[in-house]
């Protein structure tokens, strides 16, 4: 077999999702799916959820260990593939200790209730075993908004659960999504969003704006005529309200998605200038 034929071998899918920072970490598929799959506007957890064997997991480990026997970082895929049991994680990484020795630390998706549902202990634990960072789509920190959208948290949940975290020092990387509470809820979204965010600290506050995709409910709705979708520039001016808003530290903001072709890109506070003047150029370039 090829690299590249070994490669796939391994990966139920073509495509591997990694994020933004992650995009070098060696990736095993430890779950598939996502254990919630009920946000109105995701089409992302096609995959009926399932957390794989652990023999699955050794057989996948033995391969990635000789395509990559350097590596000192990896990540579990999987939707939010935190949701595994404390146990569950231990016992993939005494496989990993086995076959990639080098590795000593690990990111992976996780949701806000996968989080909550560990004690203070197994967070620690997890954390000494190696868990340096959690990649966590919160969307939004309005309540109104998360729960139109069926996201299944409570804004403080999301800051509950980021400030257990916090304790522990696993970092945490956020993704928000402008424009999820259409035209009525823009406003709300950008300030309560802000005002969430504000009470934590993540390393990274990702946008990503909303895309309507083909039979979703959110885009059932918007085809109803009850979900009033923005235009990329009010999206982008409901951004502007956002980081307007932000009082983070440390913290690099990035959006991969205004008006659909530009990246910005600062870190927060100290950038919060340039963001806010990079909006209003791309804007004045829309008239
Ligand atoms: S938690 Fe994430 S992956 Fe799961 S349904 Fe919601 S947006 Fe999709």
Redesign the pocket.
């Known amino acids: 077999m090829t690299r590249e034929e070994l490669y796939q071998s391994i990966y139920t899918h073509d495509t591997i999702y990694l994020p933004p920072h992650e995009q070098a970490t060696a990736a095993l598929e430890v779950s598939l799916g ?1 254990s ?4 109105t506007f ?1 089409d ?2 096609k995959d009926t959820f399932q957390i794989h064997p652990l023999e699955r997991i050794e057989h996948d480990l033995k391969i990635l260990g000789k395509l990559r026997p350097e590596d000192t970082r990896l990540f579990f895929l999987g ?2 593939a935190f949701c595994m049991s404390t146990g569950q994680q231990l016992a993939v990484m005494e496989l990993v200790h086995r076959y990639m020795p080098g590795v000593k630390e690990y990111a992976m998706y996780s ?1 806000i209730d996968d989080i909550l549902r560990k004690s203070a202990k197994e967070l620690l634990d997890l954390a000494g075993a190696g868990v340096q960072a959690l990649h966590i ?1 919160v969307e939004s920190g309005s309540d109104s908004i998360l729960e139109a959208r069926n ?1 299944g948290v409570t804004s403080s949940q999301i800051v509950e659960a980021l400030k257990r975290l916090d304790e522990t020092g696993i970092d945490y990387y956020l993704t928000v999504i402008p424009g999820l509470g259409g035209r009525s809820f823009s406003r709300l979204h950008a300030i309560e969003t802000a005002r969430m965010l504000n009470q934590v600290h993540p390393r990274n506050i990702w946008c990503l704006k909303l895309k309507l995709w083909e039979d979703t409910p959110l885009w059932q709705e918007a085809k109803a005529g009850t979900f009033d979708e923005m235009t990329p520039e009010e999206i982008l001016r409901e951004e502007r309200l956002l980081i307007e808003n932000l009082n983070v530290r440390d913290c690099l903001f990035e959006d991969t998605t205004v008006l659909d072709q530009f990246t910005i890109q600062g870190v927060l506070p100290g950038q919060k200038e340039e963001l806010l003047r990079a909006i209003d150029y791309l804007l004045s370039l829309r008239g």
């Open positions: 996502c919630w799959h009920k946000c995701c992302f957890a939707e939010n949701r789509g996201k």
